[in-house]
């Protein structure tokens, strides 16, 4: 333990800085002076301070300025006061170390693309911002007292009765305010169903889908098979032995098709063959352009179809909100694996969406956004018809992204240019699951919506200038 004190001004002032500045008189700004020595190191662990009378001569303060300021440091534990030992720096005091400096990220890297055309992200710019706060202002007004408590861990009734009516006018989805779960988006969905042990694998998934969600299922342990993709959506008449199947049926993920008819059909018939069970992600079903949207499947068989949607493309990935419609055999599972409360999705936000829908300003949005999106897929396809007559989009008019079929071989060179265009996007190579033995084909996945609406212009010129040529 050190036994040397600092006590004259000189050694105060040029080794300490004991600046006795800033607001809070001169008791305050002592203590701030020492607590930063501490902190710094400049007064190691054990150091011993000087006396009262020492201290309080050399800065020309009251004696009982320091003797207040040394027992506010020792009551916080910075410093330690024994009689006959004098004050000292608390052992444990220790110096604030300097965080390891980040490495600098590249110009271009800090400034990111100039053109973001990735798949996934609706138009934020289009966020219903007044809408939002009115519902969430007459939500948190009529809110009874129970929800600032613990929250129900199947969710509001409030919203799940709104989803209720919304999804059987919108979806034509069959069910009760008892069989629907809030969760906060899909993969949270999955992670409730498998990782909680509700569902078990293998599990079919369609031979091109999200990389994230089969991490997700590889993570609770669940061996996905791949089923192969046409013209017509995914081959159900390939499902083998498993038990569970994860379709995109209104609009495959991310090749654009909707599910043949015949199709829903026959998968309904799979799963009452063998008292098996139909996952539907329904990621952007409210948004089709050529018709009215395509009714979910669930509609078919309440009973064999769990059915999942999200806000996350309808309105905003930052609202972490999304449900599901359950089969009546795993609703008291699911309740179960989300514990006694909800540790998810904020029950303030479940209220302001109960009433965002209620008010009819959900489907006011839905209805501008639709309009917008429609008007995005138009001008990236006349945009191609005079640049690029050669690179054809495929699946229908729906959602929130196209993919570009490309000449073979060609897509990775693609992929290349357009990222030195400063284009963000995405190859269809990515979405392919390992194991698939579907032929590949090239393609770009655009995601029209992403762009506010300033800057899709710029961003299909930069688009069509990265194609290659026929």
Not at 83 to 97: D, F, I, K, N, Y
Not at 367 to 387: C, F, G, K
Request: net charge positive.
């Amino acid at each position: 333990m050190a036994d040397s004190w600092v006590n004259s001004a000189e050694g105060i002032g040029a080794d300490l800085h004991l600046e006795l500045t800033g607001r809070g008189g001169r008791r305050a700004a002592l203590i701030r002076a020492l607590r930063e020595a501490v902190r710094s190191g400049r007064l190691a662990p054990g150091t011993r301070l000087p006396p009262y009378r020492s201290l309080a001569a050399d800065l020309g303060v009251a004696r009982n300025t320091v003797a207040d300021a040394y027992a506010e440091l020792v009551a916080e534990g910075w410093l330690t006061a024994r009689q006959g030992s004098g004050t000292r720096v608390a052992e444990r005091a220790e110096p604030l170390r300097p965080a390891a400096r980040l490495p600098k990220k590249s110009p271009a890297r800090a400034r990111g693309p100039r053109h973001d055309l990735t798949q996934g992200t609706p138009d934020i710019s289009g966020f219903p911002r007044a809408a939002w706060l009115a519902s969430y202002r007459r939500a948190l007004q009529q809110a009874p007292n129970e929800v600032f408590g613990p929250g129900d861990p199947a969710g509001r009734v409030e919203l799940r009765e709104a989803l209720t009516e919304y999804l059987a006018r919108a979806r034509g989805v069959r069910t009760e305010p008892g069989r629907v779960v809030i969760c906060s988006g899909f993969a949270h969905a999955l992670r409730l169903l498998f990782g909680g042990g509700v569902l078990r694998g293998p599990l079919a998934v369609e031979a091109y889908g999200l990389g994230f969600h089969r991490e997700v299922l590889a993570a609770a342990g669940v061996r996905t098979v791949p089923l192969p993709l046409d013209e017509h959506g995914a081959r159900v008449d390939r499902l083998g032995r498993e038990r569970a199947v994860l379709l995109t049926p209104a609009h495959q993920f991310p090749t654009g098709g909707p599910l043949h008819p015949a199709r829903r059909a026959a998968v309904i018939d799979w799963a009452r063959a063998r008292d098996g069970l139909v996952l539907e992600d329904d990621y952007d079903g409210e948004f089709r352009y050529d018709r009215k949207p395509v009714g979910a499947v669930q509609g078919l068989d309440p009973e064999r179809v769990l059915h999942i949607g999200s806000v996350s493309k309808s309105l905003s990935p930052a609202v972490r909100l999304g449900w599901m419609v359950l089969p009546e055999r795993y609703v008291d599972a699911v309740r179960a694996v989300k514990g006694d409360r909800e540790a998810w999705a904020s029950v303030l936000d479940q209220l302001c969406l109960a009433d965002f829908i209620t008010s009819g300003a959900y489907d006011r949005h839905v209805r501008r956004m639709r309009q917008r999106y429609r008007s995005r897929r138009d001008r990236l396809v006349t945009a191609l018809a005079e640049h690029a007559p050669h690179i054809e989009v495929t699946g229908v008019a729906a959602g929130l992204h196209a993919v570009l079929r490309l000449p073979p071989g060609t897509e990775a060179s693609a992929v290349k240019a357009a990222a030195w265009q400063g284009i963000a996007l995405d190859g269809l190579a990515a979405f392919r699951h390992p194991e698939t033995d579907m032929p590949a084909g090239d393609g770009l996945v655009v995601g029209y919506a992403t762009p506010s609406e300033h800057a899709y212009g710029p961003a299909l010129e930069a688009l069509c200038g990265a194609l290659p040529p026929p």
